[in-house]
């Protein structure tokens, strides 16, 4: 062995492992600090929501129609009545929307 300077393979292992050793220390570094900062945005987020007014209440459903009168309401069973006649409407399809005008 000899005594003196290092050989060139000692001198990139000893490089390689300072090398991997700042590597993971950087690595653990940024990992811990993206946590922090992860933790204080949700803090932050849960003080918003706490300090927050409550969201004002949905708005009342809109009136209902009101109800056709009979002579309207024959008057477009009967239109249902034409377009079931003509092919337009399947006999299903009738018997929905008539209940569908009915039930108003």
């Known amino acids: ?7 060139l393979l000692q001198t990139a292992a000893r490089t390689a492992v300072v090398a991997g050793s700042a590597t993971a220390v950087t690595g653990r570094t940024a990992r811990r600090q993206a946590e922090r900062v992860q933790q204080a945005g949700e803090s932050a987020a849960s003080e918003q929501q706490q300090m927050a007014p409550p969201p004002p209440p949905p708005p009342p459903p809109p009136a209902s129609a009101p109800t056709p ?4 309401l024959i008057e477009q069973v009967r239109e249902l009545s034409q377009l079931r006649d003509s092919g337009a409407l399947t006999e299903e399809e009738f018997e929905t929307q008539k209940a569908r005008l009915l039930n108003q």
């Open 1 to 7: 062995m000899r005594v003196g300077r290092p050989s």
């Open 69 to 72: 009168a009979v002579g309207n």
